[in-house]
């Protein structure tokens, strides 16, 4: 079963703000990702965060994680239209030879 | 540098007909292996993956399979395809050297079945 949830679904926004997604997540974890996909494309890894680290930043990602409350935040500062894509985090268990993915969460940057 | 390859593309294909996609990993070796399946809109239902030729893991019971036969080629095949077959089937591998587990993308197969 899905373990991370992605909150929200769905997010627009006009091009230049800021864009914040958050993801839950259950079990204790290694390490957690953040992808995006563009539509009908692969996904690409964006940025990876441990489970000892707070926060994390990559250009203009910022990630955050709180494993006392099992969530993490992607925060992607001054938005431009390509960043329209969908965004899913994705949990390295321990133990496991998988990662857990979450129902993502479609971002639209409006121009 | 790595690359991964997905064939075909596109697919269309008749319901109760046979099924292979192809996945093959270049610069790399003893990867990891997983193939993916997305419905419209959703996110990433895990199939199989394999931790080395011959082995595979299965995640979902269905009546697909997959194959291994080389150290980096992973096959996706059914004998006989249902109608809730379609969607968007992605191949990924891994590294095993750490523990970091980044998962690296095909551009995918969208699979419909008519």
């Known amino acids: 079963s899905q373990q991370g949830e992605e909150d929200p679904q769905a997010l627009s926004i006009q091009e230049g703000e800021n864009a914040t997604m958050n993801c839950s997540y259950k079990?204790?974890?290694?390490?957690l990702q953040w992808y995006r996909q563009n539509s009908g494309r692969g996904l690409v890894h964006l940025i990876l965060?441990?489970?000892?680290?707070r926060e994390k930043h990559s250009g203009r990602l910022r990630v955050t994680l709180d494993t006392s409350k099992k969530s993490s935040s992607l925060l992607i500062t001054a938005s431009r239209a390509a960043d329209t894509a969908s965004y899913f985090c994705?949990?390295?268990?321990?133990?496991?030879?998988?990662?857990?993915f979450g129902t993502g969460t479609r971002l639209t940057i409006i121009p | 540098s790595q690359t991964i390859h997905q064939w075909p593309a596109t697919l269309v294909q008749p319901v109760g007909s046979p099924l292979s996609l192809e996945c093959t990993v270049e610069?790399?070796?003893?990867?990891?292996l997983y193939w993916y399946r997305q419905a419209a809109g959703r996110g990433l239902q895990l199939l199989f993956y394999?931790?080395?030729?011959?082995?595979i893991s299965s995640e979902v019971p269905q009546n697909l399979s997959a194959s291994r036969p080389q150290d980096r080629q992973f096959i996706l095949s059914s004998k006989k395809l249902l109608l809730s077959d379609s969607g968007f089937y992605l191949c990924?591998?891994?590294?095993?050297?750490?523990?970091?587990?980044?998962?690296?993308f095909g551009p995918g197969t969208r699979l419909t079945v008519t």
């Open positions: 990924a591998w891994s590294g095993t050297v750490g523990n970091l587990r980044e998962q690296y």
């Open positions: 079990t204790s974890i290694n390490n």
């Open positions: 965060i441990r489970s000892n680290e």
């Open positions: 994705a949990t390295d268990d321990f133990g496991n030879e998988k990662l857990t």
């Open positions: 610069g790399t070796s003893n990867p990891n």
């Open positions: 394999s931790v080395g030729i011959g082995q």
